[in-house]
Nanobody
Framework: QVQMVESGGGLVQAGGSLRLSCTVF????????MTWFRQAPGKEREGVAC????????YYADFVEGRFTVSRDNAKSTVYLQMNSLKPEDTATYYC?????????????????????WGKGTLVTISS
């Protein structure tokens, strides 16, 4: 049974940083790409960043603007999202997601419909 444990969310002031983690159990982690999504209240879920099985050539949403870094440690079955220079508009529940293949889909990596398994999410709140 696949289990995903996310952590690292919380309340920080604008300009601050957070590091999200997502550890996967019950599945061979190192053959799957991983994507971070987020969903703000009243808005659709959107892709934040995707990283391939080997950690190379990650994809980022335009709104990241160089502030976030996605990484992974296959030995620990864990994917990370380092978020710096946080803004109030980054407030959302952040979800990690297992992708069905080892690569991030070039065009549709941020589409929720392409996800294999979802984590339960971790809430990130940025105060102004």
């Amino acid at each position: 049974q696949v289990q995903m444990v996310e952590s690292g969310g919380g309340l920080v002031q604008a300009g601050g940083s957070l590091r999200l983690s997502c550890t996967v159990f019950g599945l061979r982690f190192d053959v799957h790409a991983m994507t971070w999504f987020r969903q703000a209240p009243g808005k659709e879920r959107e892709g934040v960043a995707c990283i391939a099985w080997n950690g190379l050539t990650p994809y980022y949403a335009d709104f990241v603007e160089g502030r976030f870094t996605v990484s992974r440690d296959n030995a620990k079955s864990t994917v990370y999202l380092q978020m710096n220079s946080l803004k109030p508009e980054d407030t959302a529940t952040y979800y990690c997601a297992i992708m069905p293949s080892g690569s991030c889909p070039v065009v549709s990596w941020g589409a929720p419909s392409g996800v294999y398994r979802w984590g339960k999410g971790t809430l990130v709140t940025i105060s102004s």
